[in-house]
T-cell receptor, first 117, second 112 residues
Framework: AQKVTQAQTEISVVEKEDVTLDCVYE???????LFWYKQPPSGELVFLIR??????QNEISGRYSWNFQKSTSSFNFTITASQVVDSAVYFC??????????????FGKGTKLTVNP | GAGVSQSPRYKVAKRGQDVALRCDPI?????LFWYQQALGQGPEFLTY????????KSGLPSDRFFAERPEGSVSTLKIQRTQQEDSAVYLC??????????FGPGTRLTVT
């Protein structure tokens, strides 16, 4: 069965610090996708990134960067120079091809990030 | 453009009542998903539609849960004879085929 583990339940940092959110996954599939979503206090899940299992290149988008390592089944997310607006719950997710060919998502339990001014 | 919308945003139901939750996906998105998110947890898959066809309902917790998408756009999740353990946020997501899912704001259901 597919599984996503986010070992960090809560992280608290001071503004401008860098912070890394860990994600470890388990799957038997050779082709899969990994995702990160942000859930601010308003509750809506905001899509951040989708990575293909064949593409292990690190990705950077502004202050956000992702490190995908198949050898350790990890897909970690780093926020550089954190800001108060980054405060949210962050979810890592893995796609699973289910009945009917859907790509349903299997989520971790989330990491609550608090950035203090 | 318009994102995924859900209504109502909040619903309080007495135990035993039936409820209906609505989802309007992004126009043109053929795939529609429902997830249930308990407090402090990640979302859990309930069911999936491709257009009007419900292709996967493996995550529905009991036969009290029913979903439909009759015309391939708007979807309704119905819960019959609600129980306290049904209290959660119900999230709807839509996507183009085999692409990232975009989520609505959710409906917070409280069963008293």
């Amino acid at each position: 069965a597919q599984k996503v583990t986010q070992a960090q339940t809560e992280i608290s940092v001071v503004e401008k610090e860098d912070v890394t959110l860990d994600c470890v996954y388990e799957t038997r599939d050779t082709t899969y996708y990994l995702f990160w979503y942000k859930q601010p206090p308003s509750g809506e899940l905001v899509f951040l990134i989708r990575r293909n299992s064949f593409d292990e290149q690190n990705e950077i988008s502004g202050r956000y960067s992702w490190n995908f390592q198949k050898s350790t089944s990890s897909f970690n997310f780093t926020i550089t120079a954190s800001q108060v607006v980054d405060s949210a719950v962050y979810f890592c997710a893995l796609s699973e091809i289910s009945q009917g060919g859907s790509e349903k998502l299997v989520f971790g339990k989330g990491t609550k990030l608090t950035v203090n001014p | 453009g318009a994102g995924v919308s859900q209504s109502p945003r909040y619903k309080v139901a007495k135990r035993g009542q039936d409820v209906a939750l609505r989802c309007d996906p992004i126009s043109g998105h053929v795939s529609l998903f429902w997830y249930q998110q308990a407090l402090g947890q990640g979302p859990e898959f309930l069911t999936y539609f491709q257009n009007e066809a419900q292709l996967d309902k493996s995550g529905l917790p009991s036969d009290r849960f029913f979903a439909e998408r009759p015309e391939g756009s708007v979807s309704t999740l119905k819960i019959q004879r609600t129980q306290q353990e049904d209290s959660a946020v119900y999230l709807c997501a839509s996507s183009l085929a085999r692409n990232e899912q975009y989520f609505g704001p959710g409906t917070r259901l409280t069963v008293t």
